[in-house]
């Protein structure tokens, strides 16, 4: 493809996304294909010749439409906000038509200088200290495997240097809440902890962390004999947008030693508003942190923080320095390729850079604000309405409810209120998520579409309502 | 950012891309800004008010321009290929305009379908059996470390579940060559193996894996009680393109229940070339594969595959179960985010398709033939120059050589060659990087950019002795 080439169709795939993102209101949120059948519509064997790019554009159309779930849909409810500003759309075009390798800061100075910056506009746009550094890393789930790495390293001093985990005695544990995200799990498995020496620590009646249960569970690891690693903090859960209390879990483990990670992918947006701060009050305690503004910000995926307050360490554990990949200014520079797990990086910081200036942080702040005002006026009907329950608290944008008609029995309001998710999502006009939590299956409305009003979720709220009865 | 201003500075953004790909030949290579004067150039907080587009779009020029090393360029030689064709940056441009999630199937049937298709058609383009299924990763590193965890998992019968490594017993090795690239020492280091429990085996005078070395270390480790785990076999180092042998490696780790992992990362591009693929005889016989498309390829950054035979296996080490990601069509599909370390996942399928589609698979063996000629030529243009030596077989597209003058001391060679490279790299005319192999520093000329022609590599060439004769 000649550049001339690109420009005519790079601008018809420019206003096939305009398009796309101006008719969103009237596609159905979640597809309504079955398994197998866009697979069915594609050849099973690669083209020998070249096709016309016309024949691609159709096909987008054709194949791939109907099979999108459509994440910056206004009645987009599901899992967590997911919004692709379109400023930072552009600016991912750019970092794809420069094709830029961030792996070093000579393979792209700009790139790592950028990254660097933005990682500060961001510390202060969510009231970080000063001891924090930030790199860019893909997702929450490589951010948080990073965290519980460098925590196995630090208590084992080092141990991936000599002998690994296979020679570490006593055993590490890991504690997280039974509601933290399952890529604690994941972490703990991968990063070889193995699960019988995860903790999952009771929650109290808002599904937030009891620090006393994790005081005990710590006392009662250490009077076997096992060696305390990590925590997790989780500012925001998953289920129910709950709110482990850092401060007192930072206590914890300074006493004992522990590496502190805070999870705050989702919720950390909400700290660019002064106001949510106390969510996460102790915060400047931790070791690391991942807040993702792929996530309810807007900056296209993939675009995970992982703040430290020790960067030393961070590369320590991650660096490795092949003769191939020495620069003459590696003594002056970060190269961040040693910050994390890939060694090639994407441009990822000009998204930040972009959807920053374009928007401000005023505006950024006053969609926040909209969002946890839409979730407030829905909890109040859910509060209002009988046959509703609220299940746990909003604090951000997340309303946990389920539907509880009059005289129905207890043991059926969880297939009641999975079916009734299974039917809103099916009329395409909304998409919502469930969760069991405590043994009740809920239904989540994840609030923060960019594009999600008011009278969405009014929408949303009706919908439910007229569902629910005709299900009864 | 409402659709129609998108329209207007896509339009704007696509017509710079454009623009910059063609203005590439008259840009210095690599960029000539010293550490920190970028970030000098930028606010160090971030904006409350929006600033217009504008601004954004004179900054790329002012900031960014002059701070990129440009890896498109047709004088690029340096590290490895790593193109971002046009139709791939303009179906990346359409992923990030979807704002698609690719975790699970429902989040995004066409992204999971698509991918399947995809993968499907690279292993038939690169050779592969059926009996290999493959999924999209963001990078070699991170394949290898999905590899070594499932190798790990394998050997140890899923001590992740249990007690992790930390209770294994006795301690488990991993092979590699000692030209094998840092990813494969980062991944056993993340992976909790210990380094110490890493061998980097002896090569030939062509920098492969020496076999009977393979077994004699393996030997060695029984005798002594370590239980042996992994082999990485490299098609393609990356100091200077040494191809390890396969089916030799694939018989010693059969004959030792090993999991041989192949890293073809660059070099598995080649393979698209029938003539090629006796490199990596026995590769059926691997239990995965990596290989990047976001390399020699084309397709935009990141974009590496990663091949199992045993893709259970695969989703029991990488599988976590939590209620609020569960679907209705689970038993029916493929959710990719079981296959690998993040949770959401891009839609990088649509850059294959694009790339495949637009180009066809015979334009791109054109290429690839092209590039291996060209390799061809400056190795032979090495070998008839006394003054110059070949220090490693041009099995692909790489050229390794040093400049040995006459008369010039042994131990003037190392610093006079690395002294050379800082020349042409300064010089902006190219960019090329240099490697420690047998103790001897290297010029490693990695051809491959989309845009370099047998012209450009006779440059380099007339630059390299030029360069070489000013600095006598």
């Known amino acids: 493809m000649t550049p001339d080439e690109f420009r005519v169709f790079g601008h018809a795939l420019v206003d096939w996304i305009a398009e796309y993102r101006s008719n969103l209101p009237k596609l159905r949120v979640m597809s309504d294909r079955k398994p197998g059948e866009i697979r069915a519509l594609l050849p099973t064997q690669p083209p020998s010749e070249p096709e016309p790019m016309e024949s691609l554009l159709a096909d987008l159309r054709r194949v791939v439409l109907p099979g999108m779930t459509h994440w910056s849909h206004p009645s987009f409810f599901a899992y967590f906000p997911s919004n692709s500003s379109l ?48 790199v860019l890393q893909d997702t929450a789930s490589a951010s948080t495997l990073v965290a519980l790495i460098c925590a196995r390293e630090r208590t084992s001093r080092l141990a991936q240097m000599e002998q690994g985990l296979q020679a570490s005695h006593p055993a590490m544990t890991v504690y997280a809440s ?7 799990e994941k972490a ?54 709950a709110v482990d209390p850092v401060e007192a879990i930072a206590q914890i483990a300074a006493r004992h030693r522990l590496w502190l990670h805070v999870d705050a992918a989702m919720a950390g947006t909400a700290m660019l508003l002064p106001e949510c701060r106390r969510l996460w009050q102790g915060v400047e305690a931790a070791d690391s942190l991942v807040f993702n503004p792929h996530k309810w910000m807007g900056a296209t995926f993939d675009c995970s923080t992982y703040f430290v307050r020790d960067p030393g360490h961070l590369v320590q554990v991650m660096s490795t320095h092949p003769s191939y990949l020495k620069t003459g200014q590696d003594a002056q520079v970060k190269n ?10 994407r441009f990822r910081a000009l998204k930040l850079w972009f959807l920053i ?116």
Chains 1, 2 share one sequence.
């Open 87 to 134: 400023p930072s759309v552009l600016a991912d075009l750019v970092a794809s038509g420069l094709g830029a390798q961030s792996m070093s800061w000579q393979t792209s100075p700009a790139a790592t200088e950028l990254e660097e910056v933005m990682m500060d506009w961001l510390r202060q746009m969510v009231g970080l200290p000063e001891t924090f550094t930030g």
């Open 178 to 184: 039974e509601q933290a995200h399952s890529s604690v």
């Open 188 to 241: 703990v498995r991968l990063a070889g902890f193995g699960l019988s020496n995860l903790r999952l620590i009771e929650t109290d009646s808002e599904f937030a962390l009891v620090p006393q249960k994790l005081e005990q569970a710590i006392s009662a690891d250490l009077d076997v004999g096992k060696l305390p690693s990590a925590v997790v903090a989780t500012v925001g859960t998953t289920a129910t947008v």
């Open 336 to 345: 961040f390729r040693d910050w994390g797990i890939p060694l090639g990086r």
């Open 357 to 472: 200036r374009e928007q401000g942080v005023r505006a950024l702040q006053a969609r926040i604000r909209r969002d946890l005002s839409n979730a407030r006026w829905l909890a109040e009907q859910v509060d209002a309405s009988p046959d509703w329950e609220r299940v746990a608290p909003v604090l951000l944008q997340t309303v946990s409810l389920r539907h509880r008609p009059a005289g129905m029995q207890d043991d059926q309001l969880n297939p009641h209120n999975l079916a009734l998710a299974e039917r809103v999502n099916r009329s395409g006009a909304a998409y919502l998520t469930t969760a069991l939590v405590g043994g009740r299956q809920i239904l989540r409305l994840s609030i923060g579409s960019e594009t999600t009003e008011r009278e969405d979720v009014q929408a949303v709220w009706s919908l439910l309502n007229r569902q629910a009865q005709v299900l009864l």
